[in-house]
């Protein structure tokens, strides 16, 4: 999948990106490999991005909600060798919508890389 992230707080960090999924259905639940490649884009991103990660995910029996995890490390031109990782809770209140609550934190501390709660609402058709 080719992205271009772009950022209300500032011209020069937005960016593009490719990244690349493998998935395997395994104990009920899911594993994917990820990898990114963002190339070199200017005065944002001074040297290319690379990105490779694991993603899991199992659905909590009876609940409707799924248990999510992420393990990944980051080398670009502003982190080398960064570690993230997330744990958090994902389901659909309706057909078509995933609704996630996250806790994400990584190898760098604050204010670049700090640990922080995210909630995402994603529509799928």
């Keep these: 999948a080719a992205t271009y992230l772009a950022y209300a707080s500032g011209r020069s960090l937005n960016y593009g990106e ?3 999924r493998a998935k395997r259905d395994l104990a ?19 040297a290319r991005g690379l990105y490779g990660g694991l ?6 029996r009876g609940e409707g909600l799924s248990a999510t995890a992420t393990l990944g ?11 993230d990782w ?6 659909e209140p ?4 995933r609704l996630s609550a996250t806790y994400v934190g990584s190898s760098v501390r604050a ?7 995210v909630i995402g609402l994603k529509r799928v058709w």
Excluded at 28 to 46: E, F, I, L, T
């Design 28 to 46: 009920g639940g899911s594993v994917a490999a990820v990898v990114g490649y963002a190339p070199r884009q200017g005065r944002g991103a001074p």
């Design 18 to 20: 490719f990244t690349g």
């Design 73 to 83: 490390l980051e080398d670009n031109a502003f982190f080398q060798g960064k570690v």
């Design 55 to 60: 993603e899991g995910e199992l659905p909590i």
């Design 86 to 91: 997330s744990l958090g809770l994902a389901g």
């Design 94 to 97: 309706a057909r078509g919508y």
């Design 111 to 117: 204010p670049e890389g700090g640990s922080a709660v």
